[in-house]
């Protein structure tokens, strides 16, 4: 595509001309906010971290209440170990389907537009977590409740995959050289936000309602603010995305999607090598807030709203880890960065017993040490590999390389760490964490031989 605009890859110059054609996969809806201005990398940031942040804030929302409220809710035919491991089978259905959700959504943006795609994608997202509010309980309305909760699941997850918007991917392109770990870190900055909001809520809504009225209407209340979020956060993001000059610098770096067929005959060794590379910091993910929540719930006296405050604790403390990696990644290089977080994950994971089974001391050291390293590692964790795809995979490679390092590292680790430490010691978590850090490690240093550009 000829164009006359120049980049110079911190800064995005000059207007869309008046006659710019409009791609097939981008025209229509982008034109009800088409401004003609330019769009500086401060845009693009913020669309990235609103996007982000709603997103993780749906995301913890159902995974607090999957400790806190449903197993007790959905499943109350069973002792309490059990009915929570059933609440974690249901967790893990989004991140099966989420890569599911990708390639549909993909077939969405190629056939109408990316505004379709998101419009739609937030859509569902917003039906699945209102329709969750809105569930009777098992006692209500017995195995219905369940098959309803099942569904409204998969929608949030199939959602979830086709809300990739492309902006972390042009906001990583657009940076500097020596800035590709500070930029690769702002879209991660979502995930310990949408924490503390979402920890926060249910810390409030727990510490000021009877059990009665928490477990009848106060844990319904975060999935209404959930859905309220995403509304805003959509309009927020369509803002940006509606603009010609968007379409123009997206249709620049080549980042439209592909079919699937091309992208695991061409991509799908870099698709792997990417969910991997990161494996330590999502099996992490939900080792420090998840499992833990849920063990604590069922083995110690603390209350749970406390826990709530000294995990929203942790995510400040990970926002810092964030933020700082960035920095460290530029200094040393993100590969080299994620390793050595990896390495010292590892090293972490043979403390888990102690300080699990420590007190309120031990469990408190594990926490925000626990949200240290997962700050520092997932910092970095998106943009370690995505590099390796040509331009012209790029934007499908990092979507499909996310989902698959959610479904192999994150999905099933509540329900394993809890199953396991429930039935044969926490020790066994140690194994689990351990496992995770031994991928990374042996991911990047295949990554690393096949001498694969940064």
């Known amino acids: 595509m000829a164009t006359n605009t120049t980049y110079d890859g911190t800064n995005f110059n000059g207007g ?10 981008s025209s229509g809806a982008r034109n009800i906010n088409a401004r003609h201005g330019e769009i500086h990398p401060g845009e693009i940031a913020v669309g990235v971290v609103i996007g982000r942040a709603s997103e993780y804030f749906d995301f913890f929302v159902y995974a ?9 809710l959905f499943f109350p035919f069973d002792d309490r170990l059990d009915a929570t491991l059933y609440s974690f089978v249901i967790f893990s259905f989004a991140f099966i389907a989420r890569p599911f959700g990708t390639v549909f959504f993909m077939w969405v943006q190629r056939r109408y537009s990316r505004e379709a795609k998101l419009l739609g994608a937030m859509f569902l997202l917003g039906t ?20 309803l909760l099942a569904l409204f699941r998969i929608g949030q997850g199939v959602a979830q995959g086709g809300s990739w918007d492309g902006l972390p991917s042009l906001l990583a392109l657009s940076a500097p050289h020596n800035k590709r770990g500070w930029y690769a870190m702002l879209g991660q900055l979502g995930a310990p936000v949408g924490f503390i909001i979402a920890a926060g809520v249910f810390a409030y809504m727990a510490a000021n309602l009877s059990a009665l009225d928490f477990l009848d209407w106060g ?4 999935f209404f603010v959930a859905f309220a979020i995403n509304v805003v956060a959509l309009f927020a993001r369509l803002r940006l995305v509606s603009t010609p000059e968007y379409t123009r610098l997206l249709d620049d770096r080549e980042l439209e999607p592909v079919t699937l067929s091309e992208m695991s005959h061409t991509q799908g060794r870099n698709v792997l090598i990417g969910a991997l590379a990161a494996l330590a910091s999502y099996a992490l993910f939900h080792l420090v807030t998840v499992f833990p929540l849920s063990w604590v719930q069922l083995y110690s006296n603390r209350p749970v709203a406390d826990f709530l405050v000294l995990q929203m604790w942790g995510a400040a403390i990970a926002i810092v880890g964030t933020i700082a990696s960035g920095v460290i990644a530029d200094r040393f290089g993100r590969r080299t960065t994620l390793g050595t977080l990896a390495a010292l994950i590892a090293i972490f994971s043979g403390f888990v017993p102690t300080l699990m089974q ?14 240290a390293l997962l700050g520092l590692s997932y910092g970095q964790a998106a943009g370690a590999v995505t590099a390796n795809f040509t331009a012209r995979h790029r ?5 499909l390389t996310s989902d698959l390092a959610w479904l192999a590292g994150a999905a099933f680790a509540p329900l394993v760490a809890l199953g396991l430490s429930a039935n044969f010691g926490l020790g066994y978590v140690s194994l689990y964490l351990l496992s995770g850090a031994v991928g990374s490690l042996a991911a990047l ?10």
């Open 16 to 25: 869309a001309p008046a006659d710019y054609p409009a791609s097939p996969t």
């Open 64 to 72: 607090i209440a999957s400790v806190l409220v449903f197993p007790q």
């Open 128 to 147: 699945a977590t209102v329709g969750i509010a809105f569930l009777p309980s098992f006692a209500e309305a017995g195995s219905t409740a369940l098959v």
């Open 219 to 222: 844990w319904r209340f975060p």
């Open 358 to 371: 420590g007190g309120e001391t031990g469990q408190t050291i594990f926490i925000l040490v626990g949200f």
């Open 395 to 399: 934007y499908m490679g990092a979507a």
């Open 445 to 454: 240093s295949v990554n690393r031989a096949l001498e694969i550009r940064d």
